[in-house]
């Protein structure tokens, strides 16, 4: 089989391309109220928020063909299983109430219950959150192995395409385009493994041609890494995607089922790219850079016309993301941030303001530190402990936390600290990942402030 793109393919990744612009600028021109632009009108159905929340979720696909060709089945143990058990936390005790109560974004509801100041830095964490540099970096590799160009331009490529639609149409855009998106995803990658089984065989072909760790829960990692991949997992808590779309769902129940229905979904597509990744081990190369596993895979093994569905498919995966997150972060800059500020009167042109700035933000993001996994590992360390306890306080707690705002500056400080001075090496002080001290000091703010703020009411009273 050929190692080359035939035309055909070509063909239909281009036509993936157009398609997708076309579907994401249909009935952009109307003018749309901030509800409209921000949260599709609090509209959105079952089948749609399904499809949006479940590809806006595989944005870093090179990243998990990596892990897996590197450490096989550990894959799922820290990019899978602790996802389906936090999302399943999240939908029971969270979903409902976001969508029953007004606060659009994260920010917002940070400034009601904990002030101002404490809602702009939880903006400036989300920002950072949300980039979209992991998933623009993605793309751009991915674009750079087809088409041979160079980085840059294909890091400009996949940063426009994704975001010029969403800049007009805001969040009906993203969902619109995320149903097609969501469609190749899984027809890419059935066809992908589909093929590889014919060539390679079962579980038993597997259990052969793999090296012995890549078949072992850990795949040769510590403990305490795989514990703190787990951690990370937290980040569904305070996912604004998953917040945005129970914000945007038509109803509670729609925001609770559509989560249940997406984490069978993602087990699917876990089990697919899993597969995609063992198999990639086997057939490719000693020595193949294992960033572009499933692409070179794809390459090598897939015939004319499967080749190029497959590449929009795998394209696809990675730029649902690129535009739900840039539209998130794109919020959070300019509505968030810049709008509360005054000097910016209208929410969506403030909004448009900050997609702009994002994309500039992200790239510089990618220029320095220019590889997926190590992306996801960075922003997750340090951003999440800053955010999570003040975040799911809202929910749980009647009284708010004294000095969120410091405490949240301070956790993030401390994760930030910590993996600066565990840098090159990852020997990090005292042997603890950065993300564990970080969020030690927001519990331990949290309930050093409450027991503090308790007993000063009772000897008042």
């Given at each position: 089989?050929?190692?080359?793109?035939?035309?055909?393919?070509i063909?239909?990744?281009?036509?993936?391309?157009?398609?997708l612009?076309?579907?994401?600028l249909?009935?952009?021109?109307?003018?749309?109220?901030?509800t409209?632009?921000?949260?599709?009108?609090?509209?959105l159905?079952?089948?749609?928020f399904t499809a949006?929340?479940?590809?806006?979720?595989?944005?870093?696909?090179?990243?998990?063909?990596?892990?897996?060709?590197?450490y096989?089945i550990?894959?799922?143990?820290?990019?899978?299983?602790?996802?389906?058990?936090?999302?399943?936390?999240?939908?029971?005790?969270?979903a409902?109430?976001?969508?029953?109560?007004?606060f659009?974004?994260?920010p917002?509801?940070?400034?009601?219950?904990?002030?101002k100041?404490?809602?702009v830095?939880?903006?400036?964490?989300?920002?950072?959150?949300?980039t979209p540099a992991?998933?623009?970096?993605?793309?751009?590799?991915?674009?750079?192995?087809?088409?041979t160009?160079?980085?840059?331009?294909?890091?400009?490529?996949?940063?426009?395409?994704?975001?010029i639609?969403v800049?007009?149409?805001?969040?009906?855009?993203?969902v619109?385009?995320d149903?097609?998106?969501?469609?190749l995803?899984f027809?890419?990658f059935?066809?992908?493994?589909?093929?590889?089984?014919?060539?390679?065989?079962?579980?038993q072909a597997?259990?052969?041609g793999?090296?012995?760790?890549?078949?072992?829960?850990h795949?040769?990692?510590?403990?305490?890494?795989?514990l703190?991949?787990?951690?990370?997992?937290?980040?569904?808590?305070?996912?604004p995607?998953?917040?945005q779309?129970?914000?945007?769902a038509?109803?509670p129940?729609?925001?609770?089922?559509?989560?249940?229905?997406?984490i069978g979904?993602?087990?699917?597509?876990?089990?697919?790219?899993?597969?995609?990744g063992?198999?990639s081990?086997?057939?490719?190369?000693?020595?193949s850079?294992?960033?572009?596993?499933?692409?070179s895979?794809?390459?090598?093994?897939?015939p004319?016309i499967?080749?190029?569905?497959?590449?929009?498919?795998l394209l696809a995966?990675?730029?649902?993301?690129?535009?739900?997150?840039?539209?998130?972060?794109?919020?959070?800059?300019?509505?968030d941030?810049?709008?509360?500020?005054?000097?910016?009167?209208?929410?969506?042109?403030?909004t448009?303001?900050g997609?702009l700035?994002m994309?500039?933000?992200?790239?510089?993001?990618?220029w320095l530190?220019?590889?997926?996994?190590?992306?996801w590992?960075?922003?997750g360390?340090?951003?999440i402990?800053?955010l999570?306890?003040?975040?799911?306080a809202?929910?749980w707690?009647?009284?708010p936390?004294?000095?969120v705002?410091?405490m949240?500056?301070l956790?993030?400080?401390?994760s930030f600290s910590?993996?600066?001075?565990?840098?090159?090496?990852?020997?990090?002080?005292?042997?603890?990942?950065p993300?564990?001290?970080?969020?030690?000091?927001?519990?331990a703010?949290?309930?050093?402030?409450?027991?503090?703020?308790?007993?000063?009411l009772?000897?008042?009273s």
């Open positions: 089989m050929s190692g080359e793109l035939h035309v055909v393919d063909g239909i990744i281009l036509l993936y391309s157009g398609g612009l076309a579907l994401g249909f009935n952009t021109k109307r003018k749309q109220d901030q409209d632009y921000l949260l599709a009108g609090r509209r159905t079952l089948v749609p949006s929340l479940v590809a806006t979720w595989y944005g870093g696909i090179l990243g998990v063909g990596e892990f897996t060709y590197l096989g550990s894959n799922w143990v820290v990019l899978g299983l602790p996802y389906y058990i936090f999302a399943l936390l999240f939908t029971l005790f969270i409902g109430r976001i969508r029953d109560e007004n659009p974004t994260i917002d509801r940070l400034s009601h219950h904990y002030g100041t404490a809602g830095i939880g903006a400036g964490l989300v920002a950072i959150l949300t992991p998933y623009i970096l993605s793309c751009a590799l991915l674009i750079t192995f087809l088409f160009m160079p980085l840059f331009p294909a890091m400009l490529i996949a940063t426009a395409v994704s975001l639609y800049y007009n149409g805001g969040f009906r855009s993203v619109r385009t149903i097609l998106q969501f469609i995803m027809a890419g059935a066809l992908l493994v589909f093929t590889c089984f014919l060539q390679v065989g079962g579980l597997m259990k052969s793999l090296p012995t760790l890549h078949l072992i829960w795949g040769g990692n510590s403990t305490q890494y795989i703190v991949w787990f951690f990370i997992a937290l980040w569904t808590f305070v996912d995607g998953f917040y779309r129970c914000a945007a038509e109803s129940p729609v925001a609770k089922q559509g989560i249940l229905v997406s979904f993602w087990a699917l597509f876990d089990f697919l790219t899993l597969c995609a063992l198999y081990r086997i057939l490719l190369p000693e020595g850079e294992a960033a572009l596993a499933l692409p895979l794809g390459l090598v093994v897939l004319p499967a080749k190029g569905l497959f590449f929009a498919g995966t990675i730029m649902s993301t690129i535009d739900s997150y840039g539209f998130i972060s794109g919020i959070t800059i300019g509505r941030i810049l709008w509360r500020t005054g000097k910016l009167k209208n929410e969506v042109t403030a448009k303001m997609l700035l994309a500039v933000l992200s790239l510089l993001l990618v530190v220019p590889s997926v996994v190590e992306l590992y960075t922003l360390s340090v951003v402990p800053g999570l306890i003040p975040f799911l809202t929910f707690l009647k009284c936390i004294p000095g705002a410091a949240m500056l956790s993030t400080t401390v910590w993996l600066i001075f565990g840098l090159p090496d990852g020997n990090y002080p005292l042997g603890l990942e993300f564990y001290p970080g969020l030690g000091v927001s519990l703010w949290m309930l050093v402030t409450i027991i503090h703020s308790r007993d000063r009772l000897n008042t």
